[in-house]
């Protein structure tokens, strides 16, 4: 999609000079963008020039190699989708970031026999740390939550076959659904899914089918208020609606995919939520 844009001898002893300098990459690429530079093309030049010029370590922290990404309509632009068994409707379709909102991804009944097979098995939710590789509780999130095991019950394995033929990407390659339920004042505070390439712990959890590569949010049910799943960075929120669902890949561990997100406070009633997060290979 990128047009080429020419990196003059200038542009490239800037690059040099910016990262030597200490310079975070995606300050040297706001300052790109603010001199006219087309956001694709800037990232192909930064990488291009600092390939040649740091080594292959200096070169993973400045920016991870992009890698292949689920595409829900590789076909363009579309009203709907045929997913497995249900036709899918396509509300909102952001390229870069990629962000697509679905309707009635899920129907009525099944969002509620997901509800009711995850309320009994609800726990203070925990998120995994990165540091010791452990699973503790983490105070960013406020909701409770439980996973399922892939397959694990005849509704679960029906959204999963649907979900892999809507963003044409191996079931085994996701994780098990995890369901969160957030009540009033409850949220989740703006994080990126992908492990931090810079914690300890992360090489240990990418033995299991690499990065995460994206994320399908799935509502369960519909708010009376708030709850919203916002993207800070896009100044985008999608209002859950039950059935709905939002997705969006990241090619990189790396905040240049624009995909910070978090779950704005429940104000009133609870908000119940499935997410899939899909990795790069096989979840075994
Ligand atoms: O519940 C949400 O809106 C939400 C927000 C941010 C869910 C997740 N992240 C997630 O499951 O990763
Ligand atoms: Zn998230």
């Known amino acids: 999609m990128s047009e080429k844009q020419p990196i003059t001898p200038d542009l490239r002893a800037w690059i040099i000079e910016q990262a030597s300098a200490g310079q975070q990459p995606e300050v040297v690429l706001k300052s790109m963008l603010a001199s006219g530079w087309n956001e694709d093309s800037a990232i192909a030049a930064l990488e291009e020039v600092l390939t040649g010029y740091l080594d292959d370590k200096a070169k993973q922290a400045v920016l991870p190699p992009p890698v292949k990404v689920p595409e829900p309509l590789p076909q363009g632009t579309r009203t ?5 068994d249900r036709e899918v409707k396509v509300l909102v379709n952001l390229q870069a970031p990629r962000v697509v909102v679905f309707g009635d991804l899920l129907s009525a009944q099944e969002c509620d026999e997901m509800i009711g097979l995850a309320r009994t098995r609800l726990a203070r939710s925990e998120t995994v740390q990165t ?3 452990a699973s503790e509780v983490n105070e960013a999130r406020t909701s409770q939550g439980m996973f399922f095991d892939r397959g694990e019950h005849p509704v679960v394995t029906r959204i999963e076959a649907r979900m892999a033929a809507l963003l044409a990407w191996p079931v085994e390659n996701g994780e098990g659904l995890q369901v ?12 990126y899914d992908y492990f931090d390439p810079a914690h300890s712990g992360t090489p240990t959890i ?9 994320s399908l949010v799935c ?18 929120e999608v209002t859950p609606v039950r059935g709905n669902a939002v ?7 790396h905040p240049v995919t624009k995909t910070l997100h978090g779950g704005a406070p429940v104000v009133e009633g609870e908000k119940w939520v499935a997410t899939k997060w899909v990795r790069e290979g096989p979840f075994v």
């Open 180 to 191: 969160l339920r957030y009540g009033p004042g409850a949220e989740y505070k703006p994080h």
């Open 247 to 253: 997705f969006f890949s990241y090619d990189r561990a």
């Open 206 to 214: 990418l033995k299991r089918g690499g990065q995460r590569v994206a």
């Open 80 to 84: 709907t989708v045929w997913a497995f």
């Open 219 to 236: 509502y369960l049910n519909t708010p009376t208020q708030g709850g919203a799943t916002v993207f800070p960075d896009l100044q985008f």
């Open 131 to 133: 540091e010791t590789g």
